[in-house]
């Protein structure tokens, strides 16, 4: 399984929220039975896929047209009527699954329009608001549908000369895997509180196995505990204690600084108030958002695993700087003996402060612990 992009994936859906959550019915539409060789049929599901995301004032027109290879349908958006035209691929009509999930990626391209919610215009933009498409359909509820039809495989059995012979069908549909669409729709359902027994009903046995694969490798991103209004509280209660022993090196560095600042002011001084001000960025920049109530229990959790998540990757920087301040610390004390030694005019330095690192309580510590795993494995 392919390393799934969590930092993308929950940049979006915070987005999202922030931009229509307040706004969104909360609910997952189960897959449905339809012929795929009746029209009707298709104008009916396409129809019953749109009044569930909320584009009731808009009629849907689906026709069967051949598109470009590895694209699985198409709608036009620039039409400002209440007519809206998809096509969708030949072949997938051999799966019904794969024309719900189809129509479901189109049908959200209309409601992303609808809102003006893109991650940018020009064709340098359109993977992303492609992946933003999948995204965005899981999080209107249409995620069963996508994680059924993504992808399909049909055999069949052919007798020749040689013997039976088994032929086997694949489409795919969409721009993420199953994986990644595995991943984000327990997401949302985790920030919805939305039980297993719900979420697991209509999907296929190859959806499911991927939902199983998703919440073994990735269980830390599921936590409830993501849910406490605390939560956020006790991940930046975490980096304070990482921080708090990098801070006193940094003020035992400060005070040796004084005494040999004309010698390696150009190195030392450089690196404290670097460290200093990137210190303070990683405070802004990952808890920033959270300045003030959250009144959004949605909107909350996916921040406090955004949170979750920058807390983690700051790890190896935290260790990084720590170790820089620790040989500042050290290089300079052994200078100021050498020049003490031979040049006599440099007073004594004061003994740098005995540190001792924190272990902070126990959720804490099982915190760190929890961050430290992923970190190194």
Not at 44 to 53: C, G, R, S, V
Not at 137 to 163: D, F, H, I, P, W
Not at 276 to 299: C, W, Y
Not at 324 to 332: K, Q, S
């Amino acid at each position: 399984m392919a390393k799934i992009p969590v930092e993308d994936y929950l940049s979006k859906l915070i987005g999202l929220e922030q931009s229509v959550g307040a706004h969104t019915a909360y609910e997952v539409l189960e897959p449905f039975y339809f012929r795929t060789r009746d029209a009707i049929n298709i104008q009916k599901a396409a129809k019953k896929i749109a009044e569930f995301i909320g584009l009731n004032n808009f009629r849907f027109i689906v026709a069967v047209a051949k598109q470009k290879e590895n694209v699985g349908g198409h709608i036009e958006l620039q039409n400002d009527g209440t007519d809206v035209f998809i096509e969708i691929s030949e072949q997938s009509l051999m799966f019904s699954q794969a024309v719900l999930a189809t129509l479901a990626h189109e049908l959200t391209h209309k409601y992303l329009h609808v809102h003006r919610i893109s991650c940018g215009i020009g064709k340098e933009y359109e993977r992303e608001n492609e992946v933003l498409t999948d995204i965005s359909a899981v999080y209107l509820g249409l995620g069963k549908l996508m994680l059924n039809g993504c992808e399909c495989q049909r055999e069949s059995k052919e007798r020749t000369s040689q013997g039976v012979q088994t032929n086997t069908q694949t489409l795919r549909s969409g721009y993420l895997t199953r994986e990644q669409f595995a991943f984000v729709y327990r997401l949302v359902c985790g920030m919805r509180k939305i039980p297993a027994s719900t979420y697991l009903g209509g999907l296929s046995l190859e959806a499911r196995s991927a939902l199983s694969q998703c919440a073994s490798r990735y269980k830390n991103f599921f936590s409830t505990d993501f849910h406490n209004p605390d939560e956020i509280l006790e991940i930046k209660h975490s980096l304070e204690d990482e921080i708090a022993p990098i801070n006193r090196h940094l003020t035992n560095l400060e005070i040796q600084l004084l005494h040999v600042k004309k010698i390696l002011e150009s190195h030392v001084d450089a690196f404290l108030k670097t460290s200093q001000k990137r210190l303070t960025e990683m405070r802004a920049d990952t808890f920033g958002q959270i300045d003030g109530d959250i009144h959004n229990p949605s909107l909350r959790y996916l921040l406090t695993v955004k949170c979750d998540c920058d807390v983690e990757a700051l790890m190896s920087e935290v260790n990084k700087l720590n170790k820089g301040a620790e040989l500042y610390v050290d290089c300079l004390l052994n200078l100021a003996k050498v020049v003490r030694r031979y040049e006599g005019k440099i007073p004594e330095l004061p003994s740098a402060p005995e540190i001792h690192k924190s272990n902070g309580d126990a959720r804490r510590k099982s915190f760190l612990a929890r961050i430290w795993s992923r970190t190194n494995r």
